[in-house]
Protein backbone atom coordinates (compact mmCIF):
# COMPACT_ATOMS: atom_id res chain seq x y z
CA UNK A 1 0.00 0.00 0.00
CA UNK A 2 1.40 3.56 -0.87
CA UNK A 3 1.80 5.68 1.95
CA UNK A 4 -1.63 7.71 2.65
CA UNK A 5 -1.90 11.60 2.83
CA UNK A 6 -3.33 13.02 6.23
CA UNK A 7 -4.94 15.58 6.24
CA UNK A 8 -5.22 17.05 10.44
CA UNK A 9 -8.29 19.14 11.13
CA UNK A 10 -7.62 20.78 14.32
CA UNK A 11 -4.19 20.48 16.42
CA UNK A 12 -2.87 21.10 19.49
CA UNK A 13 -4.93 20.63 22.74
CA UNK A 14 -7.46 18.09 21.03
CA UNK A 15 -7.58 14.78 20.44
CA UNK A 16 -5.49 15.15 17.30
CA UNK A 17 -2.37 15.16 19.05
CA UNK A 18 -2.87 11.34 19.58
CA UNK A 19 -4.55 10.86 15.97
CA UNK A 20 -1.14 12.63 13.83
CA UNK A 21 1.16 11.10 16.26
CA UNK A 22 -0.56 7.64 14.95
CA UNK A 23 -0.37 8.28 12.07
CA UNK A 24 3.28 10.04 11.67
CA UNK A 25 4.34 6.88 13.51
CA UNK A 26 2.55 4.36 10.93
CA UNK A 27 5.16 3.66 7.84
CA UNK A 28 1.39 3.37 5.58
CA UNK A 29 0.49 7.01 6.22
CA UNK A 30 2.21 10.83 6.50
CA UNK A 31 0.73 14.05 7.63
CA UNK A 32 0.27 15.91 5.10
CA UNK A 33 -1.41 19.68 6.52
CA UNK A 34 -3.22 20.81 9.36
CA UNK A 35 -5.97 22.66 8.84
CA UNK A 36 -9.10 24.46 9.88
CA UNK A 37 -12.20 26.51 9.32
CA UNK A 38 -11.03 29.89 8.72
CA UNK A 39 -13.59 31.70 11.13
CA UNK A 40 -12.31 29.92 14.11
CA UNK A 41 -10.86 31.87 16.96
CA UNK A 42 -7.42 33.28 17.45
CA UNK A 43 -6.69 30.57 20.56
CA UNK A 44 -7.36 27.69 18.53
CA UNK A 45 -5.92 28.69 15.33
CA UNK A 46 -2.86 29.68 17.05
CA UNK A 47 -2.36 25.84 18.51
CA UNK A 48 -3.76 24.49 15.17
CA UNK A 49 -0.55 26.73 13.68
CA UNK A 50 1.67 25.32 16.47
CA UNK A 51 0.62 21.30 15.08
CA UNK A 52 1.62 22.61 11.78
CA UNK A 53 4.97 23.54 13.25
CA UNK A 54 5.33 20.45 14.76
CA UNK A 55 5.37 18.03 12.02
CA UNK A 56 6.54 20.48 9.77
CA UNK A 57 3.55 20.86 7.04
CA UNK A 58 1.77 23.75 6.12
CA UNK A 59 -1.43 24.95 8.26
CA UNK A 60 -4.25 25.81 5.52
CA UNK A 61 -7.12 28.41 6.49
CA UNK A 62 -10.78 26.55 5.48
CA UNK A 63 -11.52 23.23 5.24
CA UNK A 64 -12.54 23.45 1.25
CA UNK A 65 -9.17 24.73 0.46
CA UNK A 66 -7.34 21.83 2.15
CA UNK A 67 -9.54 19.43 0.89
CA UNK A 68 -8.95 20.21 -2.60
CA UNK A 69 -5.37 19.32 -2.08
CA UNK A 70 -5.15 16.20 -4.11
CA UNK A 71 -2.22 15.02 -1.98
CA UNK A 72 -4.90 14.03 1.02
CA UNK A 73 -6.50 11.01 1.72
CA UNK A 74 -7.56 10.59 4.87
CA UNK A 75 -9.31 13.58 7.11
CA UNK A 76 -8.44 13.08 10.78
CA UNK A 77 -10.92 15.09 12.16
CA UNK A 78 -10.46 16.89 15.59
CA UNK A 79 -12.88 20.22 15.02
CA UNK A 80 -14.19 21.58 18.02
CA UNK A 81 -17.31 19.42 19.00
CA UNK A 82 -19.93 22.53 18.57
CA UNK A 83 -19.29 22.40 14.40
CA UNK A 84 -17.94 19.03 13.90
CA UNK A 85 -20.39 17.50 12.32
CA UNK A 86 -20.56 20.28 9.51
CA UNK A 87 -16.58 19.72 9.20
CA UNK A 88 -17.47 15.93 8.98
CA UNK A 89 -19.65 16.07 6.36
CA UNK A 90 -17.92 18.50 4.25
CA UNK A 91 -14.91 15.84 4.35
CA UNK A 92 -17.36 13.18 3.16
CA UNK A 93 -18.70 14.64 0.54
CA UNK A 94 -15.28 15.48 -0.51
CA UNK A 95 -14.65 12.02 -1.13
CA UNK A 96 -12.08 11.70 1.98
CA UNK A 97 -11.68 8.67 4.14
CA UNK A 98 -12.46 9.57 7.75
CA UNK A 99 -10.78 8.69 10.89
CA UNK A 100 -12.59 10.34 13.01
CA UNK A 101 -12.70 11.95 17.11
CA UNK A 102 -15.31 10.98 19.37
CA UNK A 103 -18.21 11.47 19.81
CA UNK A 104 -19.65 12.22 16.12
CA UNK A 105 -21.73 15.19 16.93
CA UNK A 106 -22.76 17.25 19.49
CA UNK A 107 -25.98 14.82 19.78
CA UNK A 108 -27.85 12.10 17.74
CA UNK A 109 -29.30 14.07 15.13
CA UNK A 110 -25.93 16.00 13.64
CA UNK A 111 -24.79 12.26 14.47
CA UNK A 112 -27.03 10.71 11.97
CA UNK A 113 -26.21 14.16 9.54
CA UNK A 114 -22.29 12.69 9.57
CA UNK A 115 -23.55 9.34 8.89
CA UNK A 116 -26.21 10.30 6.36
CA UNK A 117 -23.17 12.52 4.30
CA UNK A 118 -20.37 9.02 5.01
CA UNK A 119 -23.27 6.41 3.30
CA UNK A 120 -23.93 9.09 0.75
CA UNK A 121 -20.17 9.10 -0.34
CA UNK A 122 -19.67 5.59 0.17
CA UNK A 123 -15.91 6.67 2.29
CA UNK A 124 -14.81 4.19 4.94
CA UNK A 125 -14.78 5.94 8.23
CA UNK A 126 -13.90 4.99 11.73
CA UNK A 127 -14.18 7.07 14.94
CA UNK A 128 -11.51 5.97 17.89
CA UNK A 129 -12.77 3.73 20.55
CA UNK A 130 -11.72 0.84 22.37
CA UNK A 131 -12.66 -1.65 20.85
CA UNK A 132 -9.12 -2.09 20.07
CA UNK A 133 -7.91 -2.33 23.34
CA UNK A 134 -6.60 -5.73 24.78
CA UNK A 135 -9.01 -6.19 27.48
CA UNK A 136 -12.04 -5.24 25.16
CA UNK A 137 -11.13 -7.80 22.89
CA UNK A 138 -11.31 -10.42 25.12
CA UNK A 139 -14.52 -9.61 26.12
CA UNK A 140 -15.68 -9.75 23.22
CA UNK A 141 -14.33 -13.29 22.49
CA UNK A 142 -15.95 -14.43 25.46
CA UNK A 143 -19.32 -13.20 24.20
CA UNK A 144 -18.85 -14.73 21.38
CA UNK A 145 -17.55 -18.15 22.70
CA UNK A 146 -20.85 -18.49 24.30
CA UNK A 147 -19.21 -19.73 27.69
CA UNK A 148 -21.27 -17.72 29.50
CA UNK A 149 -24.80 -18.39 27.88
CA UNK A 150 -27.24 -15.93 26.68
CA UNK A 151 -26.07 -12.78 28.15
CA UNK A 152 -27.68 -11.32 30.28
CA UNK A 153 -26.38 -7.93 31.45
CA UNK A 154 -22.71 -6.07 30.68
CA UNK A 155 -21.48 -3.32 32.67
CA UNK A 156 -18.28 -1.05 31.96
CA UNK A 157 -16.62 1.83 33.90
CA UNK A 158 -14.51 4.08 32.30
CA UNK A 159 -13.44 6.77 34.68
CA UNK A 160 -10.73 9.05 34.20
CA UNK A 161 -8.30 9.41 37.60
CA UNK A 162 -7.29 12.79 35.89
CA UNK A 163 -6.96 16.48 37.36
CA UNK A 164 -6.87 17.74 40.51
CA UNK A 165 -9.92 16.46 42.17
CA UNK A 166 -11.85 17.03 45.41
CA UNK A 167 -12.48 20.58 44.82
CA UNK A 168 -16.03 20.22 44.70
CA UNK A 169 -17.22 20.22 48.71
CA UNK A 170 -21.37 21.43 48.17
CA UNK A 171 -23.93 19.07 47.21
CA UNK A 172 -23.30 16.84 43.83
CA UNK A 173 -26.98 17.24 43.07
CA UNK A 174 -26.92 19.24 39.50
CA UNK A 175 -30.04 20.25 37.35
CA UNK A 176 -29.40 18.97 33.94
CA UNK A 177 -30.28 20.56 30.42
CA UNK A 178 -32.19 18.01 28.34
CA UNK A 179 -30.22 19.37 24.71
CA UNK A 180 -26.48 20.82 25.71
CA UNK A 181 -25.25 22.98 22.86
CA UNK A 182 -21.71 24.06 24.92
CA UNK A 183 -19.12 21.72 25.14
CA UNK A 184 -15.69 23.71 24.37
CA UNK A 185 -14.01 25.27 27.58
CA UNK A 186 -10.13 25.55 28.98
CA UNK A 187 -11.09 24.33 32.29
CA UNK A 188 -13.58 21.68 32.09
CA UNK A 189 -15.64 20.01 29.81
CA UNK A 190 -18.92 17.55 29.57
CA UNK A 191 -17.13 14.40 31.04
CA UNK A 192 -20.23 12.21 30.34
CA UNK A 193 -20.47 13.16 26.80
CA UNK A 194 -16.62 13.07 25.83
CA UNK A 195 -15.71 9.56 28.02
CA UNK A 196 -19.32 8.19 28.25
CA UNK A 197 -18.98 7.62 24.74
CA UNK A 198 -16.20 4.86 25.57
CA UNK A 199 -18.26 2.45 27.60
CA UNK A 200 -21.78 3.24 25.73
CA UNK A 201 -19.68 2.53 22.80
CA UNK A 202 -18.80 -1.12 24.54
CA UNK A 203 -21.89 -1.78 25.73
CA UNK A 204 -23.63 -1.79 22.16
CA UNK A 205 -20.51 -3.62 20.64
CA UNK A 206 -20.71 -6.24 23.18
CA UNK A 207 -24.73 -6.79 23.00
CA UNK A 208 -24.38 -5.69 19.58
CA UNK A 209 -27.45 -4.40 19.38
CA UNK A 210 -28.71 -0.98 20.28
CA UNK A 211 -30.93 -0.09 23.21
CA UNK A 212 -34.30 1.28 23.61
CA UNK A 213 -34.60 3.14 25.99
CA UNK A 214 -32.06 4.43 29.59
CA UNK A 215 -32.53 5.95 33.08
CA UNK A 216 -29.65 8.41 33.50
CA UNK A 217 -27.96 10.22 36.26
CA UNK A 218 -24.97 13.48 35.50
CA UNK A 219 -23.76 14.92 38.84
CA UNK A 220 -21.00 17.48 40.00
CA UNK A 221 -19.35 15.00 41.88
CA UNK A 222 -15.61 15.96 42.27
CA UNK A 223 -14.58 19.70 40.51
CA UNK A 224 -15.59 22.72 40.95
CA UNK A 225 -14.40 23.54 37.78
CA UNK A 226 -17.26 21.60 36.16
CA UNK A 227 -19.83 22.82 38.33
CA UNK A 228 -18.74 26.64 37.33
CA UNK A 229 -19.04 26.03 33.45
CA UNK A 230 -22.03 23.89 34.06
CA UNK A 231 -20.55 20.94 32.79
CA UNK A 232 -20.92 17.44 34.48
CA UNK A 233 -18.07 14.95 35.76
CA UNK A 234 -19.82 12.39 35.93
CA UNK A 235 -22.52 10.19 34.68
CA UNK A 236 -24.27 6.64 34.37
CA UNK A 237 -26.83 5.32 32.33
CA UNK A 238 -28.72 2.27 32.34
CA UNK A 239 -29.60 0.72 29.43
CA UNK A 240 -32.65 -1.49 28.20
CA UNK A 241 -32.39 -3.86 24.80
CA UNK A 242 -35.24 -5.51 22.73
CA UNK A 243 -34.85 -9.57 24.45
CA UNK A 244 -34.30 -8.10 28.41
CA UNK A 245 -30.24 -7.72 27.77
CA UNK A 246 -29.61 -4.42 30.35
CA UNK A 247 -26.50 -2.40 29.75
CA UNK A 248 -24.80 -0.29 32.70
CA UNK A 249 -21.96 2.15 31.71
CA UNK A 250 -20.61 5.12 34.20
CA UNK A 251 -18.32 7.28 32.54
CA UNK A 252 -16.84 10.51 34.15
CA UNK A 253 -13.62 12.24 35.50
CA UNK A 254 -12.90 11.74 38.99
CA UNK A 255 -9.17 12.93 39.95
CA UNK A 256 -5.82 12.28 40.01
CA UNK A 257 -5.44 10.40 43.58
CA UNK A 258 -8.83 8.73 43.04
CA UNK A 259 -7.12 5.47 41.20
CA UNK A 260 -3.75 3.99 41.41
CA UNK A 261 -3.27 4.18 37.48
CA UNK A 262 -5.08 6.24 34.71
CA UNK A 263 -8.68 5.02 36.44
CA UNK A 264 -11.54 2.31 36.33
CA UNK A 265 -11.16 0.98 32.77
CA UNK A 266 -13.71 -2.31 33.47
CA UNK A 267 -16.51 -4.59 31.71
CA UNK A 268 -18.14 -7.17 33.57
CA UNK A 269 -20.61 -9.97 31.71
CA UNK A 270 -23.06 -11.65 33.32
CA UNK A 271 -24.65 -14.95 31.48
CA UNK A 272 -26.79 -17.25 32.41
CA UNK A 273 -23.44 -19.30 33.25
CA UNK A 274 -22.03 -16.80 35.32
CA UNK A 275 -19.76 -13.42 35.12
CA UNK A 276 -16.56 -12.59 33.86
CA UNK A 277 -14.62 -9.21 34.57
CA UNK A 278 -12.26 -7.95 31.94
CA UNK A 279 -10.30 -4.85 33.63
CA UNK A 280 -7.40 -2.37 31.72
CA UNK A 281 -5.20 -2.82 34.62
CA UNK A 282 -5.13 -6.79 34.94
CA UNK A 283 -3.47 -8.71 35.11
CA UNK A 284 -0.81 -6.80 36.80
CA UNK A 285 1.97 -6.20 39.40
CA UNK A 286 1.32 -3.79 41.99
CA UNK A 287 4.76 -2.06 43.31
CA UNK A 288 5.06 -0.68 46.92
CA UNK A 289 8.70 0.73 47.59
CA UNK A 290 10.67 3.51 50.00
CA UNK A 291 10.68 5.55 46.88
CA UNK A 292 8.47 8.61 46.98
CA UNK A 293 5.07 8.38 45.78
CA UNK A 294 4.11 10.80 42.46
CA UNK A 295 2.91 13.62 43.01
CA UNK A 296 0.31 16.15 41.26
CA UNK A 297 1.88 19.15 40.25
CA UNK A 298 0.32 22.40 40.01
CA UNK A 299 -2.04 22.38 37.27
CA UNK A 300 -0.85 23.85 33.59
CA UNK A 301 -3.00 26.78 33.06
CA UNK A 302 -4.39 26.23 29.80
CA UNK A 303 -5.23 22.66 30.59
CA UNK A 304 -5.89 22.40 34.47
CA UNK A 305 -7.60 19.13 34.15
CA UNK A 306 -4.89 17.07 32.52
CA UNK A 307 -6.73 16.71 29.09
CA UNK A 308 -4.01 17.08 26.50
CA UNK A 309 -0.72 14.99 25.91
CA UNK A 310 0.99 18.62 25.04
CA UNK A 311 0.23 19.96 28.23
CA UNK A 312 0.53 17.01 30.47
CA UNK A 313 4.35 16.79 29.51
CA UNK A 314 4.82 20.69 29.83
CA UNK A 315 3.37 20.25 33.41
CA UNK A 316 5.20 17.88 34.28
CA UNK A 317 2.76 15.09 35.35
CA UNK A 318 4.34 11.94 36.35
CA UNK A 319 3.11 8.35 35.57
CA UNK A 320 2.03 6.63 38.39
CA UNK A 321 4.46 3.88 39.54
CA UNK A 322 1.99 1.52 42.35
CA UNK A 323 0.29 -0.70 39.05
CA UNK A 324 2.46 -1.94 36.50
CA UNK A 325 -0.21 -3.95 34.09
CA UNK A 326 0.90 -6.74 31.81
CA UNK A 327 -1.08 -5.08 28.62
CA UNK A 328 0.60 -1.45 28.29
CA UNK A 329 -2.13 1.44 28.08
CA UNK A 330 -0.10 3.53 25.46
CA UNK A 331 -0.94 1.09 22.76
CA UNK A 332 -4.27 1.84 22.80
CA UNK A 333 -4.50 4.71 20.15
CA UNK A 334 -1.61 3.50 18.03
CA UNK A 335 -3.31 0.44 17.95
CA UNK A 336 -6.52 1.93 17.23
CA UNK A 337 -5.20 3.58 14.42
CA UNK A 338 -3.27 1.02 13.04
CA UNK A 339 -6.93 -1.28 12.98
CA UNK A 340 -7.90 1.65 11.02
CA UNK A 341 -5.13 1.33 8.30
CA UNK A 342 -4.97 -2.55 8.35
CA UNK A 343 -9.04 -2.02 7.48
CA UNK A 344 -7.80 0.38 4.33
CA UNK A 345 -4.95 -2.21 3.75
CA UNK A 346 -6.84 -5.44 3.26
CA UNK A 347 -10.45 -3.50 2.06
CA UNK A 348 -12.26 -4.36 5.39
CA UNK A 349 -15.03 -2.50 7.30
CA UNK A 350 -13.93 -0.70 10.42
CA UNK A 351 -15.44 -2.41 13.42
CA UNK A 352 -16.52 1.29 15.04
CA UNK A 353 -17.39 2.58 11.39
CA UNK A 354 -19.52 5.81 11.75
CA UNK A 355 -22.69 3.78 11.14
CA UNK A 356 -21.88 1.99 14.64
CA UNK A 357 -20.46 4.81 16.21
CA UNK A 358 -24.23 6.58 15.92
CA UNK A 359 -25.63 4.24 18.50
CA UNK A 360 -23.78 5.73 21.28
CA UNK A 361 -24.25 9.59 19.95
CA UNK A 362 -27.98 8.60 20.11
CA UNK A 363 -27.67 7.51 23.90
CA UNK A 364 -25.46 10.18 24.99
CA UNK A 365 -28.76 12.65 23.54
CA UNK A 366 -31.01 10.23 26.01
CA UNK A 367 -28.91 10.67 28.88
CA UNK A 368 -29.36 14.42 29.09
CA UNK A 369 -33.11 13.84 28.36
CA UNK A 370 -33.45 11.38 31.53
CA UNK A 371 -30.76 13.04 33.55
CA UNK A 372 -33.04 16.25 33.43
CA UNK A 373 -36.55 14.60 33.70
CA UNK A 374 -35.26 12.28 36.10
CA UNK A 375 -37.40 10.03 34.06
CA UNK A 376 -36.64 6.63 31.46
CA UNK A 377 -36.34 7.68 28.10
CA UNK A 378 -36.61 6.21 24.90
CA UNK A 379 -33.56 6.30 22.41
CA UNK B 1 -18.74 -19.19 50.68
CA UNK B 2 -21.37 -22.24 50.43
CA UNK B 3 -24.07 -21.44 52.99
CA UNK B 4 -26.20 -18.56 53.20
CA UNK B 5 -25.15 -17.91 57.49
CA UNK B 6 -21.56 -17.08 56.01
CA UNK B 7 -22.14 -14.79 53.03
CA UNK B 8 -23.96 -12.71 55.52
CA UNK B 9 -21.86 -12.89 58.22
CA UNK B 10 -19.06 -11.56 55.36
CA UNK B 11 -21.26 -9.09 53.82
CA UNK B 12 -21.82 -7.70 57.39
CA UNK B 13 -18.40 -7.30 58.02
CA UNK B 14 -17.64 -6.37 54.43
CA UNK B 15 -20.20 -3.68 55.14
CA UNK B 16 -19.16 -2.29 58.42
CA UNK B 17 -15.58 -1.62 56.83
CA UNK B 18 -16.89 0.03 54.25
CA UNK B 19 -19.49 2.78 56.11
CA UNK B 20 -16.11 2.97 58.82
CA UNK B 21 -14.57 4.36 56.40
CA UNK B 22 -16.70 6.75 54.24
CA UNK B 23 -17.66 8.12 57.92
CA UNK B 24 -14.08 8.32 58.77
CA UNK B 25 -14.03 10.70 55.75
CA UNK B 26 -11.40 8.98 54.01
CA UNK B 27 -12.86 9.49 50.82
CA UNK B 28 -14.74 13.09 50.84
CA UNK B 29 -18.18 13.41 50.76
CA UNK B 30 -19.71 9.75 49.33
CA UNK B 31 -20.97 10.41 45.73
CA UNK B 32 -21.65 7.30 43.62
CA UNK B 33 -21.60 3.61 44.68
CA UNK B 34 -21.34 0.51 42.04
CA UNK B 35 -22.08 -2.65 43.45
CA UNK B 36 -21.55 -5.88 41.06
CA UNK B 37 -23.49 -8.76 43.10
CA UNK B 38 -22.49 -12.34 42.10
CA UNK B 39 -24.94 -14.93 43.58
CA UNK B 40 -24.63 -18.63 44.21
CA UNK B 41 -27.53 -20.42 43.82
CA UNK B 42 -28.66 -19.87 47.80
CA UNK B 43 -29.08 -15.81 47.27
CA UNK B 44 -32.01 -14.45 45.17
CA UNK B 45 -31.27 -11.43 43.53
CA UNK B 46 -34.05 -9.69 45.32
CA UNK B 47 -32.06 -10.34 48.54
CA UNK B 48 -28.82 -8.76 46.84
CA UNK B 49 -30.04 -5.40 45.97
CA UNK B 50 -31.98 -5.15 48.84
CA UNK B 51 -28.98 -5.47 50.96
CA UNK B 52 -26.97 -3.35 48.69
CA UNK B 53 -29.67 -0.58 48.92
CA UNK B 54 -29.41 -0.90 52.57
CA UNK B 55 -25.54 -0.40 52.62
CA UNK B 56 -26.04 2.09 50.22
CA UNK B 57 -28.85 4.36 52.24
CA UNK B 58 -25.91 4.05 55.03
CA UNK B 59 -23.23 5.31 52.87
CA UNK B 60 -25.60 8.26 51.61
CA UNK B 61 -27.76 9.21 55.20
CA UNK B 62 -30.97 8.50 53.86
CA UNK B 63 -33.29 6.57 51.47
CA UNK B 64 -33.35 7.64 47.73
CA UNK B 65 -35.78 9.70 46.01
CA UNK B 66 -35.48 7.69 42.48
CA UNK B 67 -35.16 4.10 41.71
CA UNK B 68 -34.95 2.55 38.29
CA UNK B 69 -35.16 -1.66 37.92
CA UNK B 70 -34.35 -2.96 34.86
CA UNK B 71 -33.84 -7.13 33.44
CA UNK B 72 -35.32 -10.14 35.31
CA UNK B 73 -36.02 -10.98 38.73
CA UNK B 74 -34.90 -14.47 38.68
CA UNK B 75 -32.00 -14.19 36.76
CA UNK B 76 -30.04 -10.75 36.61
CA UNK B 77 -31.20 -7.27 37.82
CA UNK B 78 -30.15 -3.66 38.19
CA UNK B 79 -31.28 -0.96 40.02
CA UNK B 80 -30.48 2.73 39.18
CA UNK B 81 -31.06 4.72 42.49
CA UNK B 82 -30.80 8.58 43.05
CA UNK B 83 -31.00 10.41 46.19
CA UNK B 84 -31.70 13.41 47.27
CA UNK B 85 -28.53 15.45 47.61
CA UNK B 86 -27.62 14.20 44.21
CA UNK B 87 -25.61 10.40 44.75
CA UNK B 88 -26.43 8.00 42.81
CA UNK B 89 -25.89 4.04 42.99
CA UNK B 90 -25.50 1.21 40.27
CA UNK B 91 -26.30 -2.11 41.87
CA UNK B 92 -26.72 -5.05 39.86
CA UNK B 93 -26.59 -9.06 41.00
CA UNK B 94 -26.37 -11.81 38.29
CA UNK B 95 -25.35 -15.19 38.63
CA UNK B 96 -21.72 -16.23 39.58
CA UNK B 97 -21.46 -19.38 37.77
CA UNK B 98 -19.58 -21.91 37.84
CA UNK B 99 -17.45 -20.48 34.92
CA UNK B 100 -16.67 -17.38 36.57
CA UNK B 101 -13.36 -17.78 38.78
CA UNK B 102 -14.46 -14.88 40.70
CA UNK B 103 -15.93 -16.11 43.52
CA UNK B 104 -19.65 -15.46 44.91
CA UNK B 105 -19.19 -12.18 46.71
CA UNK B 106 -19.78 -8.34 45.78
CA UNK B 107 -17.55 -6.11 43.69
CA UNK B 108 -18.15 -2.51 45.02
CA UNK B 109 -16.80 1.08 43.37
CA UNK B 110 -17.27 3.69 45.64
CA UNK B 111 -16.57 7.00 44.61
CA UNK B 112 -16.07 9.80 46.94
CA UNK B 113 -15.42 14.29 45.94
CA UNK B 114 -11.85 13.54 46.91
CA UNK B 115 -11.21 9.90 47.22
CA UNK B 116 -12.38 6.08 46.29
CA UNK B 117 -12.50 3.11 47.59
CA UNK B 118 -12.39 -0.69 45.49
CA UNK B 119 -13.73 -3.78 46.61
CA UNK B 120 -12.79 -6.24 43.70
CA UNK B 121 -14.20 -9.55 45.37
CA UNK B 122 -12.29 -12.40 46.56
CA UNK B 123 -12.28 -15.80 46.57
CA UNK B 124 -10.93 -16.49 49.86
CA UNK B 125 -11.31 -14.70 53.29
CA UNK B 126 -14.22 -15.95 54.19
CA UNK B 127 -12.62 -17.86 57.06
CA UNK B 128 -10.89 -15.51 58.00
CA UNK B 129 -14.28 -12.77 58.61
CA UNK B 130 -15.63 -15.91 60.69
CA UNK B 131 -12.87 -15.68 62.97
CA UNK B 132 -13.33 -12.41 63.53
CA UNK B 133 -17.04 -12.22 63.93
CA UNK B 134 -16.53 -15.58 66.51
CA UNK B 135 -13.92 -13.69 68.38
Known amino acids: MKSLGVLCIGGMQTHQENHAAGFNADKRSHIVAIADESDIDERRRALNIRMAEQYGVPYIEGIEVALANPAVDIVSMCADVERRHRVAAACAKAGKILYLDKPLASNGVLAATVVDAIAESGVVSQMYSFVHTPWAKAAKACVESGRLGKLLAVHTDILFAKGPGGTEGSTGLRKETSEPSEFTFVESKREFFDLGVYPIGLCLWLVDSEPTAVTAVTGNYFFEQHKRNDTEDFGSVAMTFEGGTVATATGGRIGWNSHPAGGPHRITLVGENGTERFDAWEPRLEIYATADAPKLPPPHPEDPMGMWRSTQQAAGIPKKTTYAPVADETRWYPDDIEAFLDCLEQGSAPIMSAHRALGPSKVISAVYRSAASGKSEPI | ?135
Open chain 2, 1 to 135: MPNPSSRATYLDRLSQTIVTAVSNQRIGIPRFVRFLDRLDSETTVDDSLNSALELCNQIFGGEPVRQQRGGDPDTHETLHVAWQDGASALISAGPSGTNSGIGSAPEIMILGSSGSIFFDGTTSGSPTVEQVVQR
